[in-house]
DNA sequence: TTGTAAGCGTTATCAG
DNA sequence: CTGATAACGCTTACAA
């Protein structure tokens, strides 16, 4: 900027005033300083620009990880949100570690106006705390009652709950189920709903095996379920293992939805082009990225916004995956998709 | 840290070095001085430490989009190079545009140590001229010769023609081709090799239809075939087209391989998980992105490496989707994968 | 070993 | 309308 200043014979202030359009500046001196900074092909230094100006106009995320479907249709929300508030983005993965989240939120300070945070465990509040309000925060799945300025879930408990009945009401009778990591309040909630659907139909629930939320923890999961009598349904707590069960279930010559049924959770792109098409809670994935991030914006501005905890209500997407063939009366829709 | 230094009862320089763990500080004050700062939850403000420092330990990251199964794998690379090298990492999407990733630029001036950019455009020396040289500059699916300091990319056209003397070698005929938009590097190489495997093989090429590397435009472009006779095989540009249309084919009764045998690119992780598995050309994308990313680490580093322009060759990776099932003594394999 | 002060590249205040 | 100059929060010579 120096250089600029120099060659265009003002000072660095009025280069500052001109490129950022100041009114009081003459025609001939803004024109003439743009001239020169394009010659010189001058980019201002974000970095310097934001410790002057105190705002960074970037909002940090740290999500469990930054790949596979689920994420990457969060992603693709959050990108949306910050594009049309005109933030940049900065991301990065905790892996599903608490303290490493916290370590991500302290390399964060002084580059970030405002945090987006996914914060799935059950010590989350470690997590508010580190930020000790310093910066505008807004939590993705967690409980209530937070202390973050805003937080944004979904209604684990009630898709569970509606997936369950589905398959209760299409007449499959025993129902596995793959559970998500011990220490996640998603799958907590999941788990939950599953097995109060089960009560409310006084239906014993069927086996519940260990899962991860990744893909391998599914088809692992059917192996095991491949050992002993099949059950008449499959329901993981989310699409990816589910996914992962499918491959293992084929691969093992079982027909879906003849032999088991099959349901996940989130509706993750893929989900409608397996075969079968996959029934589903269907979760609005991106939605909830792009409002996080325009809720944190809005706080960065100081918008006086009422703290919020919005649950997201999933919905039951049924596909041909979860039909119970066995059954008679049960006359498959041509395209199998149903809301 | 002012605060630090008047309660710790030293000056900041002294907060300073016994933060950064300088030599020459007493084991006392520098006791005092962590205390202090624990105590106050003082977090160094990473802009102004990047300011003082001139590094920002941040890598930047433009790409054509954020998600996606394509782009969510190379994230999951880049993801895992910043983190072995410690670094974090800046993303921002350019959709697809030239002028919209040199704004991404700007915007990333002072704010990151190095520059990783996906510019498949055939304008993409603009791209190079716009960073001049400021920052280390690592290219991704970018064509030679680009001045950028290193570059790595496919050899799309190895790729295409190996994919496409398959499906001759496999007897099918006419193989239609789902094409990439027009202006994408990677796009056109793919089509040279379609239709050099073809000249080589003296076959005519099938229909060559419009695409734009998403879903829908695959789904859309089989809707066209579909009005037709349709061809022996489909081979499309990437998975993601591939999927889109075995949607649209399966929709309208089509059996796959059976009556049409399909092919894609880039082996995205969901090719595996279709009905039926999708033949196609592998590409090591989380790879490519994990080395782009230390490569760039190094060239911060001052590490003096050799400019170079990877060129990754994609491996044929044949599964069930292009099996020729009418043709006598094609026996298939039970699990119908092979490399 | 520690403190003082200059500097990183901007913006903003305050005189002129 | 424009130019000095003091911030912004940190690091690092240079002095003490």
């Given amino acids: 900027m120096r250089d600029v200043a120099r060659v265009a014979g003002v000072s660095v202030a009025t280069v500052s005033r001109a490129l950022n359009g100041s009114s009081s ?20 230094h974000a970095g310097a620009q934001s410790l002057s100006l105190q705002r960074t106009d970037a909002i940090g995320v740290i999500l469990p990880d930054l790949h596979g479907e689920y994420f990457s249709e969060l992603i693709r929300g959050l990108d949306l949100g910050a594009r049309n508030c005109r933030k940049n983005l900065l991301l990065s993965a905790s892996h599903g570690d608490v303290s490493e989240a916290i370590a991500a939120l302290r390399t964060m300070r002084g580059r970030v106006d405002g945090l987006v945070v996914m914060s799935p465990f ?12 310093a910066t505008p925060l807004v939590l993705l799945s967690t ?20 997936v369950t009945r589905h398959l209760l009401e299409e007449g499959h009778r025993t129902i596995a189920y793959i559970n998500g990591p011990a220490d996640n309040l998603d799958a907590q909630e999941r788990l939950r709903g599953f097995r109060d659907a089960h009560a409310a139909a006084g239906v014993k629930p069927g086996p519940v095996l260990r899962g991860n939320f990744r893909e391998d923890s599914g088809f692992s999961a059917a192996l095991l ?7 008449d349904a499959v329901f993981a707590a989310n699409d990816a293992m589910a ?16 032999d088991v049924a099959l349901a ?58 979860s039909r119970n063939t066995r059954r008679a009366g049960a006359p498959p829709s041509p395209t199998g998709e149903t809301t």
């Fill in 143 to 162: 409980q209530a009652g937070s202390g973050a300025d805003a937080a944004f879930g979904v209604d684990n408990h009630a898709g569970a709950a509606a």
């Fill in 243 to 258: 996914l992962g069960c499918l491959h293992a279930l084929r691969n093992a010559g079982v027909r879906i939805p003849h």
């Fill in 122 to 133: 059950t010590d989350g509040e470690l997590l508010v705390d580190a930020v000790n309000g």
């Fill in 225 to 231: 379920l491949l050992q002993k009598t099949l059950p």
């Fill in 264 to 321: 996940g959770f989130d509706d993750i792109p893929v989900a409608r082009f397996l075969d079968p098409p996959l029934t589903t809670a269907g979760v609005p994935i991106a939605e909830i990225g792009r409002q996080a991030v325009e809720r944190c914006v809005r706080l960065v501005q100081g918008d006086a916004v009422a703290p919020t905890h919005a649950l997201f209500a999933p919905t039951l997407v049924v596909r041909a995956s």
């Fill in 25 to 44: 500046v003459t025609g001939d001196t803004r024109a003439q300083v743009l001239r020169v900074a394009n010659e010189l092909n001058f980019v201002p």
